[in-house]
């Protein structure tokens, strides 16, 4: 069955360290997309990719990279992690074209910045 | 400006009580979507239903009904005969063609069916 996974689960780093999160689907859809979720902010958009090579920022994207080198995977990077970073990250992906259709989500990853 | 509002930020009910979560949008587009979400306390994101602008029509699916309302820029959610299995968090979200169908999610409400 097709399906979206993240990897690690969990990770505790420090802070200003690098930390990529990674993002792998098999629905060969063209849209993914990478949200936080934190207490009283729902889920806010990070970055989003429409296909291989394009990437966009979503509204929250200061401090946060990603790169689309292929269809399946979106990893997401940050450069140098900072407390504020402590979130639980998910991925999502979406078929068709420009993102209208429904959002199919991985299962999260806890990022703790110590 | 919040474009997905949901007000109630947590409900309890006792179980086989009905239960509305409430959605209010904000949005000058023609073309958009809408979208609920549940998250169980197992914390991954399970798709319940897509609506387009176009289509009022309510929607049953099982104990689960949507009432979407253009007038009011509504979508609202009723649980028919509660179950603890509903308990979870429900978001409701979004899509605009004018921002690139870019998703925006509310707060999210925060159920508890108590048995």
């Known amino acids: 069955d097709a399906e979206i996974t993240q990897s690690p689960r969990h990770k505790i780093t420090e802070t200003g360290r690098q930390v990529t999160l990674a993002c792998h689907q098999t629905w060969n859809h063209n849209n993914m997309f990478w949200y936080r979720q934190d207490l009283g902010h729902g889920l806010r958009l990070i970055h989003y990719s429409y296909g291989v090579q394009d990437t966009n920022k979503g509204e929250v994207s200061d401090g946060y990279s990603v790169s689309r080198s292929n269809t399946e995977d979106l990893p997401l990077t940050l450069e140098s992690a900072a407390s504020s970073q402590t979130s639980v990250y998910f991925c999502?992906?979406?078929?068709?074209?420009?993102?209208?259709?429904?959002?199919?989500f991985g299962p999260g990853t806890r990022l703790t910045v110590l | 400006a919040q474009k997905v509002t949901q007000a109630q930020t947590e409900i309890s009910v006792v179980e086989k009580e009905d239960v509305t979560l409430d959605c209010v949008y904000e949005t000058r587009d023609t073309t958009y979507y809408l979208f609920w979400y549940k998250q169980p306390p197992s914390g991954e994101l399970v798709f319940l239903i897509r609506?387009?602008?176009?289509?009022?029509q309510n929607e049953i699916s099982g104990r689960y009904s949507w009432n979407f309302q253009k007038s009011t820029s509504s979508f609202n959610f009723t649980i028919t005969a509660s179950q603890v299995v509903d308990s979870a968090v429900y978001f409701c979200a979004l899509s605009e063609v004018v921002t690139g169908n870019q998703f925006y999610f509310g707060t999210g409400t925060s159920l508890t069916v108590i048995p």
């Open positions: 999502a992906s979406s078929g068709g074209n420009g993102g209208a259709d429904t959002q199919y």
């Open positions: 609506r387009n602008s176009f289509d009022e």
